[in-house]
């Protein structure tokens, strides 16, 4: 062998070596990307989780209720729609928190013992009484729900040591918790209320059923108009239409629309479906429609995606042996093409779920506290919700917010995790 020849080989190696090198440099890089991206989101669902799970129980204080008549109905008619309108129910908590601490006597330090129990138990009782006049005259030991300061006492968000003029609340009312909780009657139970409730200025009565209620409204006039809408444009565009510059104009502008920032889409609905058409406001008819205007770029070009991967020979079988254009098109390339078409609408409704800057523009950031029972009811949907509660200065709406977040995530995960699942069951490698 020559001198030249061992040169070349000796180069050739080294030039191999540095390749590999490098190659191995790319595939660390490359994998401390994804490593350092799973980082950032488990921190940021640790963060969340930490702050939102505690938001699932609920502080209860016991206390012996007398449903005093006198009180419920003074006059003895037991007309239940006089009571249900003029009876103090709120007074038959305030007369058991002074049963229990009868040395209480200054007005003052009356009304902050009234404030151990949420206002929102006065409700609770005119319905008990409401659903069974029999209790009226009785005794009972009820759970009721703690106000969001003493909620956030006994789950340890509030610091006893720092001194009372920087504190929420006083030294009188600690001592007046640990002394329940010493007895016994005071416990954590699962907050239903907050998966039920719609929302409220009291953060103890706050809750995401009223929001998740208006999300799935807004979600299923969303999803009832742009999947037809846009697997028929896709259709139409992919198998029907002539090519020309009208069609490429028209398939420039929807993967132009696709990138148009959501809060545009806001903006027009609010000019069309309120202004023009006079729809009602904070709607989720008018949610949905605008979500449907912001997702059909998305599905149009998922679906026409879909149906180029349908191989050509399917079509040319269909027509050889004698069908249609469109017997040929929906009796057999739909067909093979519909998951993929479906996993890019779920998609679609996923990114739907999660915005809140095209909803504000139509009013759907107003305060509702009824769930809504219909798509023309006033309502809200979680992503506004989570943005109304992270305004709020209290730190039990900090704790509900982050408890929505986790249920908005909860959603759009299992969504992804569908579309992945369809996929990976229906898909057809060709």
């Known amino acids: ?14 030039s191999l070596k540095k390749r590999y090198r490098a190659e191995r440099r790319f595939r660390y890089m490359g994998l401390g990307a994804i490593l350092l991206g799973v980082a950032f989101v488990l921190v940021l669902f640790v963060s969340i989780g930490s702050k939102g799970y505690t938001a699932f129980v609920q502080s209860q204080i016991a206390l012996e209720i007398y ?73 009972q030991t009820l759970w009721l729900v703690a106000d969001d300061e003493i909620d956030m ?27 329940i909780d010493e007895g016994g009657s005071l416990r954590k139970a699962f907050n239903w209320d907050f998966l039920v409730n719609g929302d409220s200025r009291e953060p103890e009565q706050a809750g995401i059923g009223g929001a998740v209620v208006g999300s799935l409204f ?3 006039v969303t999803l009832m108009l742009s999947f037809p ?36 889409f806001g903006l027009l609905g609010l000019a069309v479906f309120l ?3 006079g729809m009602p406001r904070s709607a989720p008819l008018v949610g949905g429609l605008v979500l449907t205007l912001m997702t059909l770029p998305t599905i149009i070009i998922a679906s026409r995606a879909a149906l180029k991967s349908v191989p050509p020979s399917i079509r040319e079988a269909a027509l050889g042996i004698g069908a249609s254009r469109v017997q ?23 990114q739907a779920l999660g915005e809140s800057a095209p909803l504000l ?43 929505a977040i986790m249920v908005l995530l909860s959603f759009l995960v299992a969504m992804n995790a569908l579309a992945v699942v369809l996929r990976k069951r229906f898909e057809k490698r060709w």
């Open 361 to 403: 523009m139509i009013g759907m950031v107003a305060f509702i506290v009824e769930v809504p029972g219909g798509p023309l009811d006033p309502a809200t949907v979680l992503p506004v919700q989570i943005y109304l509660w992270a305004d709020s200065p209290e730190r039990a709406f900090l704790e509900r917010s982050s408890a």
């Open 153 to 179: 006492l006994n789950k340890g968000f509030i610091d006893r040591d720092v001194p009372e003029s920087n504190r929420r609340l006083s030294d009188r009312t600690i001592g007046w918790v640990d002394a």
């Open 275 to 277: 202004n023009f058409f």
């Open 67 to 139: 449903f005093d008549p006198d009180v419920i109905d003074p006059e003895g008619t037991r007309n239940m729609e006089q009571i249900g309108r003029v009876a103090d129910f709120s007074r038959l908590y305030k007369n058991a928190l002074k049963a229990r601490f009868p040395d209480v006597t200054g007005r003052r330090e009356v009304r902050e013992l009234y404030k151990l129990i949420s206002n929102g138990s006065t409700y609770r009782l005119r319905d008990m009484v409401m659903s069974n006049p029999d209790l009226i005259g009785t005794r």
């Open 229 to 264: 809408i846009g697997v028929a444009a896709a259709i139409y565009l992919e198998e029907f239409a002539p090519k020309n510059q009208f069609t490429d104009l028209i398939e420039v502008n929807i993967n132009n629309l696709a990138a148009v920032p959501s809060i545009v």
């Open 218 to 220: 807004t979600l299923l």
């Open 1 to 14: 062998m020559t001198d030249t020849a061992i040169d070349t080989a000796s180069v050739v190696r080294q």
């Open 328 to 350: 040929s098109v929906f009796h057999h390339v739909l067909p093979q093409a519909l998951p993929g078409m479906m996993t890019g609408t779920i998609i679609g409704m996923a």
